[in-house]
């Protein structure tokens, strides 16, 4: 399949279908969260197809490789956040597991994708 689009990119996708995730989640929590964790985790979750699209469209793969490890740094800061909320009784195991599974895919595809353009280097 040809790339034409950061939207061509399944860990695009991926995190796009991430962050709709998580505001599913977010909707979970208690109100008087809304701008203590609810908001930082939903910016946490957008920042990472925000950086990918971000990044690919950048003149340079130095630019992009930069995007691409704001996006990682996103997806741990993610995953503390959801952590801290499970703890907090926030939100269920079964949706903190749901949610770290597909962090971690998009983790290993974003590594995947940083080393392939680390040899273009």
């Known amino acids: 399949m040809q790339i034409n689009s950061y939207r061509d990119l399944k860990v695009w996708q991926a995190g796009m279908n991430l962050v709709f995730e998580v505001y599913r989640i977010t909707q979970k929590f208690p109100k008087y969260e809304v701008y203590g964790l609810s908001s930082p985790v939903q910016r946490a979750a957008?920042?990472?197809?925000?950086?990918?699209?971000?990044?690919?469209?950048?003149?340079?793969?130095?630019?992009?490789?930069?995007?691409?490890?704001?996006?990682?740094?996103?997806?741990?800061?993610?995953?503390?956040?959801?952590?801290?909320?499970?703890?907090?009784?926030?939100?269920?195991?079964?949706?903190?597991?749901?949610?770290?599974?597909?962090?971690?895919?998009?983790?290993?595809?974003?590594?995947?994708?940083?080393?392939?353009l680390k040899a273009k280097l």
Do not use: C, F
Request: aromatic content about 2%; charged content about 25%; hydrophobic content about 40%.
């Open 46 to 116: 957008v920042s990472i197809p925000s950086n990918i699209a971000e990044g690919h469209t950048r003149e340079s793969t130095k630019e992009y490789l930069q995007s691409l490890s704001i996006a990682l740094g996103s997806l741990a800061e993610l995953e503390t956040q959801l952590m801290l909320a499970q703890r907090l009784l926030y939100i269920e195991v079964e949706d903190l597991e749901l949610a770290l599974s597909k962090t971690d895919s998009i983790s290993r595809v974003l590594r995947g994708l940083q080393k392939s």
